[in-house]
């Protein structure tokens, strides 16, 4: 099993051959970002749409121009961070990911977040914050950061898609992201830390190589 990528475009190509996700039968093509993050910052929703289907880029319909404003109010570009989703194919229907289909996925997203080795990981919405944090609410615990066994921060968030339904959240996601702000303004070592070897997602930790060893 192949683990030594030179680049993320490289470990995209791969993993859209070797996985087990029944969807990429029915989906028009994966999608993924091929640049690593200057700012070590990583977004992970559920799964992509249809624009995001057609394109083969994460975020880039109705939800993803949300999501670009969101982080211009935080002075952030897309350029400046990565957006990744569990699933890296388009359900039918934009209906949710089943657990089989994330399970099919883990892997590869192991490996996405072992090659970047990111900084803070943010998950949008329930199903991306669950693989994560298990067992916790996101209504509950959006706009706070969680401790991982990784060592990196993880800061739960709404998926900007859920402001598309109910108006009365866009104003909880921007009070959100103006949480995040201030937690990366005064994350201290926890931003700066650039150790590798703390991390579940580096290439030294035996639990996520056997992952991806046993896909």
């Excluded at 993050?37 to 319909?61: H, R, T, W, Y």
């Excluded at 950061?145 to 339904?165: D, K, N, Q, R, T």
């Amino acid at each position: 099993m192949k683990t030594d990528f030179r680049t993320l475009k490289e470990l995209h190509e791969y993993y859209a051959v070797n996985n087990k996700c029944g969807l990429k039968k029915i989906a028009t093509q994966p999608v993924y970002e091929i640049h690593v993050p200057s700012s070590g910052i990583v977004f992970i929703g559920e799964a992509p749409g249809k624009n995001e289907d057609l394109q083969g880029k994460p975020f880039v319909g109705a939800a993803g121009k949300f999501l670009d404003k969101l982080l211009d109010g935080i002075g952030l570009t897309r350029e400046d961070v990565y957006v990744s989703n569990t699933v890296k194919y388009r359900p039918p229907d934009n209906r949710e990911p089943t657990d089989e289909e994330k399970l099919s996925c883990r892997v590869w997203l192991n490996a996405e977040l072992m090659f970047i080795k990111p900084k803070i990981l943010i998950p949008l919405g329930r199903h991306a914050f669950g693989r994560f944090v298990p067992g916790a609410m996101i209504s509950a615990s959006h706009g706070k950061p969680y401790e991982h066994p990784s060592g990196i921060p993880v800061f739960a968030m709404y998926h900007p898609a859920v402001a598309l339904y109910n108006p009365n959240l866009r104003d909880v996601l921007k009070e959100d992201f103006g949480k995040l702000k201030n937690y990366l303004d005064n994350g201290g070592e926890l931003m700066k830390n650039e150790k590798a070897d703390n991390s579940v997602f580096s290439n030294k930790t035996k639990t996520d190589i056997n992952d991806i060893l046993s896909m």
